[in-house]
């Protein structure tokens, strides 16, 4: 198989829905946030840290172990299907038995209705799971791509409809719901896997030993995930958690949108290639300079456009948002790049310095946040801010290790796109400052126009043949066969 191809057909397809995702994802997000509170969200990210939870736990790794193997029986697929099937139910009941003291701790005796409809979610899941990773085996990215972006138009029209007929919170609820039963049916009917048999024990154990180090990483990565909530939610309070889970959807959304697309190629292909050793370097440095040329411009155009957004677009209750969703810009230019380098680590089979990272981030976080929290939403970001580049460093180390990978190659994959962003600053403060601008649309229009020209002129005076060997890299699309 040529690997390369692969990766480039990965990085067509999913850039070219996810084009249209991205654009359609924050037009719902500011029409539902116009509609919907603070509380309202307040109380579905509290819900969504234990159904989150549930999900990872239910899918034990087991994906990433049916992904990476080089060779895997119909036994141990069936096997690793019921498996999963199996955990997802039980943990619903779990979560469905402790929905009532979850409720009283938080002191929101609505919480335990929600947790009770939010968490079937944990079963649809968990029937994707294995279809979704046979899909993922055999690098079919054109279908996980086109799937993915049905889901996503499911998502966002049944939480628009349901909004605007005044379900509440309830609508992001039931329409997350929505989309994850379409993901689970349509990867059931492309897997050809005949899952008729039984559970065997030893077909478990032959796949869970990955497995099981994945679960660790994952586990570890959803509580740095989360962490942010879990304080908020049990030291700030329930308007205070929507306010951070606002500021954390926007300035999330080049992560999971466009963020997103690198992650799933990445595993999967540097999974197939663990043992070319020089073919993976180059494709990771690939990947990792265009991460940034992409979403580095777009975390510091939303920090400076933030106050203008929200005041205008989204409306003056999510007004204390606005330094929250500065701070997660800042700090998303470091975890966009820590989001995509433990996913090469692991397809690279070094899960342990995955894990590593994951621990060692969880530890420094849970230290800094909980000073930082002492001093209110602010404090806890700055904290959080603060801690973050700390760990990140021993990763990119680890990262030179497995791939070979000298300092001034990882450095030339971001410093184009850190030195255009600094420049686009410059001359945005420079126009504000000399034209005396108030907060209205103009302003960010003028903002946008000027931040987006200036990073354009920088970037190519640095890197001039950037741009035109990102266009030859999305646009050769080889043709891949639909499951």
Known sequence: MDYKKSVLSGFAWE?????????????????????LSPDDYGIVAISGIFTGLCQMLAGMGLSSGVVNRNAITTGEVRSVFYLSLLSGAGLYLLLFAISAPVANWYNLPELAYVLR????????????IVPGAMIMRDLNFRYTALTNM???????????TLALIGMGFWSLILATLISQAFITVVYLCACKVNFKGWIKIKDILDVFGYSAKMLGSNLTA??????????????????????????????????????EIFDKVAFPSISRMKDDKEQASKIFLLMHRYLFMITCPMFIGIAIIAEEMITLLIGEKWLPAVVPLQLFCLLNIFRISGQLVPKVLAGMG???????????????????????????????????????PCVYVPLILDMRKTL????????????????????????????????TLEISLTTMFIKMAVGGATYLVAYCVVAPNDFKKLKQFVQKRPHTSTP
């Open 222 to 259: 959803y509580a740095n995930h989360q962490i942010g909530q879990i304080y908020s939610s049990s030291f700030l309070g329930q308007t205070s958690t929507g306010i951070l889970q606002m500021a954390y959807t926007l300035a999330g959304l080049p992560m999971s949108k466009i963020g």
């Open 117 to 128: 409809v939010a968490g079937t979610v944990v079963i649809i899941s968990s029937i994707a």
């Open 150 to 160: 049905g889901a996503n138009f499911v998502l966002i029209i049944s939480t628009l």
């Open 15 to 35: 850039a070219s829905t996810k084009a249209i995702v991205q654009i359609m994802s924050w037009v719902s997000t500011i029409w539902v946030a116009r509609l």
């Open 404 to 435: 070979n990978i000298t300092l001034l190659e990882f450095l030339g994959s971001v410093y184009p796109s850190l030195i255009a962003s600094a420049a686009m600053v410059g001359a945005v403060h420079l126009a504000v400052k000399s034209l």
């Open 350 to 388: 070094n899960i342990n310095a995955s894990l590593k990272f994951q621990i060692i981030t969880a530890i420094a976080l849970i230290v800094a946040l909980r000073i930082g929290v002492e001093y209110g939403l602010i404090g806890m970001l700055i904290a959080w801010l603060i801690a973050y």
